[in-house]
């Protein structure tokens, strides 16, 4: 943990008062750095992601397929939970 220390003055029946207090600072949770590669945050606050299996071996694949593949999506319900905690959202 870290230590802060904060001076503060003040007026009191025309005195100058100073205090000198610390504040213990938790670190900050650090953002899942692939996490933040691979999503993106929407205006309505929903999370795109891109389609997988469009990288290769795209012979096998009808164009019908591969176009729907291009295109973003959004996270189903029961993961983002666990998306928003490696984005510290």
């Keep these: 943990m870290k230590?802060?220390?904060i001076c503060s003055?003040?007026?009191?029946?025309?005195?100058?008062l100073t205090s000198l207090k610390y504040y213990s600072i938790m670190p900050k949770m650090?953002?899942?750095s692939s996490a933040k590669k691979r999503f993106k945050v929407t205006?309505?606050?929903k999370i795109k992601r891109r389609?997988?299996?469009k990288?290769?071996?795209l012979t096998k694949k009808s164009k019908k397929r591969k176009r729907r593949l291009t295109k973003?999506?959004?996270v189903d319900k029961t993961e983002v939970r666990r998306?928003?905690?490696?984005?510290n959202i």
Excluded: P, Q, W
Excluded at 9 to 16: A, D
Excluded at 83 to 87: E, F, P, Q, R, V
């Design 43 to 45: 205006g309505s606050g």
């Design 55 to 57: 990288s290769h071996i």
């Design 72 to 74: 973003a999506t959004i």
């Design 83 to 87: 998306i928003k905690l490696m984005l």
């Design 3 to 5: 230590k802060v220390y």
């Design 30 to 32: 650090k953002t899942n």
């Design 9 to 16: 003055r003040f007026f009191y029946k025309g005195r100058v």
């Design 51 to 53: 389609h997988a299996f």
